[in-house]
């Protein structure tokens, strides 16, 4: 399975005035806290992907997600759009931050596309834990890269 970490953690400026070595782990869990709105495009095996996200981070450690995939493919007319909810943990340990999928939806209301969605959705699980590297964060703004390269932009 290709690059479906984009997908996981929906997702560049450092915190005011505090360098990543001068700020606390509490500091930056502070930021990240809360509401953030993201975007990120990726190519998986059955396509390239663009999502956009809403996504809550909470103080809990748990995360929750809704939004819209649009996956494009040559067998496909126009990009097949599909609505999904998720949710999960996570941890921040410097500016690693790890997510653990626990569910995930994925649908579109077609039948076809829904048969394609639940395919989809059984691999996302297969890989549910994910990381990625906070590369800016700011009480307006963040942006995070995962280990292939793909970059989640978000804003508050």
Known sequence: ??????????????????TWAQATSTEIEQALLGHWYCTTDAVTDYGPIKVNASINIQTDAMFSST?????????LPNPMPMNFSATGSWALKGNQLTTQLTKAELASGN??????????????????QH?????????????????YSNTVHCLR
């Open 131 to 147: 990381q990625t590297t906070l590369t800016a964060l700011s009480n307006v703004r963040m942006s995070l890269v995962d280990n």
């Open 67 to 75: 939004g819209q995939l649009l996956l494009s493919n040559q067998a």
């Open 1 to 18: 399975m290709k690059q479906w970490h984009a997908f996981l953690l929906l997702v560049s400026t450092l915190i005011p005035s505090i």
């Open 111 to 128: 039948a076809f596309i829904d048969s394609l969605a639940q395919a989809m959705k059984k691999e996302i699980l297969n890989y549910s």
